[in-house]
């Protein structure tokens, strides 16, 4: 570290008060890196990003400020654009208000940088990535589940080719969401409200999206089935309300070099796997199963030879002849990570490949997915080229 006092930018984090913007992007990124002294930055020097909380409740951000010791807070978001110390606007608030809050940050001339998905509709997104990209301002859009250690081992055997020729994927995502009545819900009542933004589409073919395009090859086309298998919850007063948006999805993906991948996606569903996503995936030289921390892989040579007998009590513990992928776990959380990657974007211009068109390429998975469920029908997806739309 150099001695030399450290270069402060300044990062507006809007919806800081939410689940995510408080413990994944607050805590364990931002306060994180300051807890470290700051970000190292070979050439520049010692970086230190200096949060500013912005959310609409005062009381919540000032119990926050309390909480993090972190001392400017406000509730007016133009007020905090004003400062040019702010250089970088960060989004993690409800998806639908995401879009027009972007927009004034390119607009005052910010880096903008947002949890997924993008924006509510992937033209709002493409709208920013060409408003951002004219103005020559840095965008980034989170696509944390590339940094988690069970991905990054997955990746380390797919850039090896320990596994071959990839020819299918299966994602299994989802664990029992309470309805809110008989025991509190876990996650915010306005997931299960399509008019604020609810949906598990949305919510996860965003995360599916990078994953396959970064790991497997381009999505080429999709089919999906969705429900809405619990039609009725309690929200945070107490209150029952009907569910509006789809809790399940059931979808089919099609893959530059024929990969077929299936992923199934539910908040009605109890988990009896290894974590509460996992990912198997079948090479012709092995298989490999990820979830968000470990990842366990079967080469040929461990391959068991099968019989079909359902007669018989099983000939082998299906489970023990897989092993753990080797390699070191990554040095830090996924999210801090991928904030270490944007302000080294910003600060130093390293390629920062998870911009605002990747992040409307999340949206247009997940807009594709639903028009193939209204439709019944496969729905292949348009080329998302930089000066489209
Ligand atoms: N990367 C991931 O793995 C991941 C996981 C969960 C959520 N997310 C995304 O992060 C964003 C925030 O999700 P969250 O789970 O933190 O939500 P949350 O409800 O906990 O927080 C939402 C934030 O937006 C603010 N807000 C503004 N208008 C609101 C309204 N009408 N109703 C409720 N809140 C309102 C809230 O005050 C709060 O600060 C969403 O876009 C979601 O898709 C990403």
């Given at each position: 570290?150099?001695a030399a006092?450290?270069?402060r930018?300044?990062v507006?984090?809007n919806g ?7 413990n994944?992007?607050?805590r364990?990124?931002i306060l994180?890196i300051?807890r ?6 070979a050439?520049?020097g010692r970086?230190l990003p200096e949060p ?9 951000l000032e119990?926050?400020?309390?909480e993090t010791?972190v ?10 654009l004003e400062?040019p ?11 639908p208000?995401?879009?027009?809050a972007?927009?004034?940050?390119v607009?005052?001339g910010?880096?903008?940088y ?7 509709t992937?033209?709002?997104a493409h709208?920013i ?7 020559g301002l840095k965008?980034g859009?989170v696509q ?9 081992r997955?990746?380390?055997?797919l ?12 994602g ?7 309805d809110g ?5 876990q ?6 409200r399509k008019e604020e933004?609810?949906?598990?589409i ?6 599916w999206?990078y994953?396959?395009d970064n ?9 999906c089935l969705?429900a809405?298998?619990v039609r009725?919850r309690?929200?945070e007063e ?7 948006a789809d809790d399940?999805a059931?979808a ?15 908040w ?6 290894d974590?509460?996503f996992?990912?198997?995936v079948d090479?012709?030289?092995g298989?490999a199963v990820?979830g ?11 391959t068991p030879?099968v ?6 009590e099983?000939s082998?513990?299906?489970l023990e002849?897989w ?5 070191a776990p990554?040095a830090?959380?996924p999210f801090r990570?991928q ?6 974007h910003v600060?130093?211009d390293e390629?920062?490949?998870w911009n ?5 390429k999340?949206v247009q998975?997940?807009?594709c ?11 292949d997806i348009?080329?998302l ?5």
């Amino acid at each position: 570290m150099s001695a030399a006092s450290p270069l402060r930018i300044g990062v507006i984090m809007n919806g800081v008060t939410g689940r995510m913007g408080t413990n994944q992007h607050l805590r364990r990124s931002i306060l994180s890196i300051r807890r470290d002294g700051g970000l190292e930055i070979a050439g520049i020097g010692r970086i230190l990003p200096e949060p500013v909380l912005v959310g609409r409740n005062r009381v919540k951000l000032e119990r926050l400020s309390r909480e993090t010791g972190v001392e400017a807070w406000t509730d007016q978001l133009d007020r905090a654009l004003e400062d040019p110390a702010n250089r970088i606007y960060f989004d993690a608030q409800t998806t639908p208000l995401r879009a027009a809050a972007l927009e004034r940050a390119v607009e005052a001339g910010r880096h903008v940088y947002c949890e997924k998905p993008a924006a509510a509709t992937s033209a709002e997104a493409h709208r920013i990535y060409r408003m951002a990209q004219g103005r020559g301002l840095k965008h980034g859009v989170v696509q944390d589940k590339l940094w988690v250690p069970g991905v990054v081992r997955l990746r380390r055997l797919l850039r090896d080719g320990c596994l071959g020729r990839i020819l299918s994927v299966r994602g299994e995502f989802g664990y029992w969401v309470f309805d809110g009545r008989d025991a509190p819900l876990q996650r915010p009542s306005w997931n299960y409200r399509k008019e604020e933004g609810g949906s598990i589409i949305l919510d996860m073919f965003p995360h599916w999206r990078y994953l396959l395009d970064n790991l497997f090859g381009r999505v080429r086309s999709v089919s999906c089935l969705g429900a809405t298998h619990v039609r009725r919850r309690w929200n945070e007063e107490g209150r029952e309300y009907a569910v509006t948006a789809d809790d399940s999805a059931y979808a089919t993906f099609l893959l530059e070099g024929d990969v077929v991948a299936h992923f199934n996606s539910s908040w009605a569903v109890r988990v009896r796997r290894d974590d509460l996503f996992t990912l198997q995936v079948d090479g012709t030289r092995g298989s490999a199963v990820c979830g968000l921390n470990q990842c366990r892989v079967q080469l040929a040579r461990s391959t068991p030879r099968v019989t079909w007998n359902p007669d018989l009590e099983p000939s082998h513990a299906w489970l023990e002849s897989w092993f753990p992928a080797p390699g070191a776990p990554p040095a830090s959380g996924p999210f801090r990570t991928q904030w270490e990657l944007f302000l080294r974007h910003v600060l130093a211009d390293e390629p920062f490949p998870w911009n605002m068109l990747e992040g409307a390429k999340g949206v247009q998975l997940a807009e594709c997915a639903r028009e193939s469920w209204r439709n019944r029908s496969w729905v292949d997806i348009p080329e998302l080229a930089p000066d489209s739309g």
